[in-house]
């Protein structure tokens, strides 16, 4: 009557702790947001394991059956298609859920994309604020104006489709000076961090067509 929230790689297969991989190995079930991915990983780990879906659509039957489950007294882990469970990835409703039941949640470290980023960014990293993926259409401006007066440094996720729109955004309403880092496809063959001024990394990716997926990193 566990539910672990296990960290998984952003990348990298590597990047998973031993303990991470006991879990897996040990609790009854695990709930993936796809199952077809996870198997990869699991796969890669010689781990074999009853897999049951658990992703953004899943509504209330799915979160009740994982929950009739863990109080038969069956533990599950919980994992995502990468990185950590809840940042910018379903869990929360499940463990909302589970902890109403008295059921006990147990989290397991490790990747995340936002601090993986973070760390190499050169900007301060004593007090940021993390914003998950921003609003797609309403709300952006406001938000974007918002920068303006933020001392934290700002993290967020963006989609290759709409890194340029978000820079060009960015240079508009807050100016091209304020210090930024772009990292790209981190723990992989291809990663990478482009450093500079919102006018850097802007020009930058007016060069070629943005590929793979991407953190942003915003000074004051
Ligand atoms: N749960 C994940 C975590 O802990 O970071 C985040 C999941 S969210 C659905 C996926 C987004 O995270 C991607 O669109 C991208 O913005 C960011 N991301 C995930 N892996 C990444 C990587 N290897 N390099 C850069 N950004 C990544």
Do not use: W
């Not at 952003?10 to 996870?38: M, P, Y």
């Not at 799915?62 to 882990?77: M, P, R």
């Not at 973070?118 to 993390?130: E, K």
């Amino acid at each position: 009557m566990k539910l672990y929230i296990v960290s998984t790689p952003i990348g990298n297969l590597q990047d998973i702790t031993l303990r991470a991989l006991q879990t897996l190995k040990e609790v009854d079930f695990i709930a993936a947001e796809d199952t077809r991915h996870s198997l990869i990983l699991l796969k890669k780990y010689d781990i074999q394991k009853k897999l049951l879906s658990y992703h953004s659509h899943s509504g209330q039957m799915k979160l009740e059956k994982i929950v009739g489950l863990l109080k038969d007294g069956k533990t599950c882990a919980l994992i995502s298609d990468a990185g950590t469970p809840g940042i910018s990835d379903p869990a929360y409703s499940l463990i909302k859920e589970v902890l109403k039941e008295g059921i006990e949640v147990v989290p397991i470290p490790g990747a995340s994309a936002f601090l993986t980023a973070l760390v190499a960014s050169g900007l301060p990293m004593n007090r940021f604020v993390y914003l998950g993926f921003l609003p797609v259409k309403k709300g952006r401006q406001t938000l974007f104006e918002s920068f303006k007066d933020e001392k934290r440094t700002i993290v967020f996720y963006e989609s290759p489709h709409r890194i340029q729109k978000t820079l060009n955004q960015m240079e508009e309403i807050l100016g091209g000076d304020r210090k930024m880092v772009v990292a790209r496809e981190l723990t992989k063959l291809h990663e990478e961090f482009v450093r500079g001024t919102v006018s850097d990394v802007k020009s930058e990716f007016e060069k070629r067509k943005p590929k793979g997926e991407f953190v942003v990193i915003l000074g004051k």
